[in-house]
């Protein structure tokens, strides 16, 4: 069972005020792109009909419904699957101190947000504490072996580029996106959150600038406000201001909205008030 709470985390803190809907958006932008991309890769899905749920789940409906899924259990591999269309981020940072990003070595004279020539893969290992960190596809093969990083980094390439095709059809840039793969009776499958807000780059392709940072549809807007108060980037985190949440959730809610060309409201679930919601 995955339950995605209204909670958010920055510098990899979770921070103490929740996002209205946050979690109906990645759980409902997750299933999207679990149906858009099925013929590429199957996924973890099995339910999101909380009625078919084990008991005693149905009975919390109220917490469940419209941010949860039932999924099955995957032998889940310790590496975050990273594919990067644009120069941003801690690629951008990586490519202005060595020329490369996770060891692929990049035309000299890019500039921040540059588009790349063509998407590479990154990966990251999967911290359970602290930051993750970036490493090179060799380093990915010591760990988990050549054959299935072959395989794990061909799926992340192809998903990147199906999604990414469709997006800029709905004026949405994925500037990058990290997946989860796990083993099911021996095959891969797509686990945790995909193509989400909080997992992606989204910027709006009408703005789009290269040279400077870009106006985004995702958590990015949350980090930049961050970035402007007296934070050690340690736990605790600081409160946001309700200009800061309100306009956080507004951005979420507009990705759904302009990469489904539904609202949230659409899902005709009753989805608890994220402001009550731990």
Known sequence: MIVVTDRISAFDVVLPNAIPYKGAVLTALSLFWFDFLKDVVPNHLISTDVDTYPAPLPSYRDQLEGRSMLVVRADVFPIECVARGYLVGSGWKEYQQTGEVCGVRLPAGLRESDKLSEPIFTPATKAETGHDINISEREMADLIGEDVTRELKELTLTLYSRASEFADSRGIIIADTKFEFGLKDGKV???DEALTP???????????QPGRGQQSFDKQYLRDYLETVTWDKQPPGPNLPETVIARTSEKYLEAYRLLTGHSIADWGLRIADSRTTA
């Open 189 to 191: 499958i797509l686990v």
């Open 198 to 208: 909080d997992s992606s780059r989204f910027w709006p392709r009408e703005s789009y």
